[in-house]
């Protein structure tokens, strides 16, 4: 049974920080891996999806790398900012279905 | 702007009521799912469909059963609320096959059954 923990799960940085969220899972026979952004009260927005055969994809600030063999993945925002306050999850994708993490809750401060 | 529907951000019910989730999606994506998020215990997939008027329990299914009539719309129905069914309702699609774009969420359902 694939198992997805996110450490820390709170956070909290001054602004202009650079940061590193991580996400491990035990179970490396994935597709793909997804990080998502989620506001208070909020659905879920998609950030980044990287498949197993890439190693890292890239959207402004944000850069997701995949490691599958050691089962981990880090999402690393630079220069973060007040509006980045939120709760990242990231979702892996196995063979039989999508395993979630319960987030890394992150507090930026001006 | 594709896009992912909740009928409703939030929704106050009776226990005892028959409640009726709907989530439609624009972008032709073949599967659809249900979950509810709760503090501590994250999300939990409900009920999932890969087609019109096909459907698969996820893994807290009790209670709740779904509707696929249409490719776009997929309703989750609380057949009797009870209050341990207050959450927070996600619906999400996504393509078919596995090296797909991933989730797409809609902006979630905070249901309070009273």
């Known amino acids: 049974k694939q198992e997805v923990t996110q450490i820390p799960a709170a956070l909290s940085v001054p602004e202009g920080e650079n940061l590193v969220l991580n996400c491990s899972f035990t179970?490396?026979?994935?597709?793909?891996l997804q990080w998502f952004r989620q506001d208070p009260g909020k659905g879920l927005t998609s950030l980044l999806l990287?498949?197993?055969?890439?190693r890292e994809q890239t959207s402004g600030r944000l850069n997701a790398s995949l490691d599958k063999s050691s089962g981990r993945s880090t999402l690393y925002i630079a220069a973060s900012q007040p509006g980045d306050s939120a709760t990242y999850l990231c979702?892996?994708?196995?063979?039989?279905?999508?395993?979630f993490g319960i987030g890394t809750k992150l507090q930026v401060i001006p | 702007d594709v896009k992912v529907t909740q009928s409703s951000r939030y929704l106050v019910k009776r226990t005892g009521e028959k409640v009726f989730l709907e989530c439609v999606q624009d972008?032709?994506?073949?599967?659809m799912f249900w979950y509810r998020q709760d503090p501590g215990l994250g999300l939990r997939l409900i009920y999932f469909?890969?087609?019109?008027?096909?459907?698969e329990k996820g893994d807290i299914p009790e209670g709740y059963s779904v509707s696929r009539e249409k490719k776009e719309r997929f309703s989750l129905i609380l057949e009797s609320a009870s209050t341990n069914q207050t959450s927070m309702y996600l619906c999400?699609?996504?393509?078919?096959?596995?090296?797909?774009?991933?989730?797409?969420f809609g902006s979630g359902t905070r249901l309070t059954v009273v």
């Open positions: 469909s890969y087609d019109v008027k096909m459907k």
């Open positions: 979702a892996v994708r196995g063979y039989q279905k999508v395993t």
């Open positions: 990287i498949q197993s055969s890439q």
């Open positions: 179970d490396s026979a994935i597709y793909n």
């Open positions: 999400a699609s996504s393509l078919e096959g596995a090296a797909g774009d991933g989730y797409t």
């Open positions: 972008m032709d994506h073949e599967n």
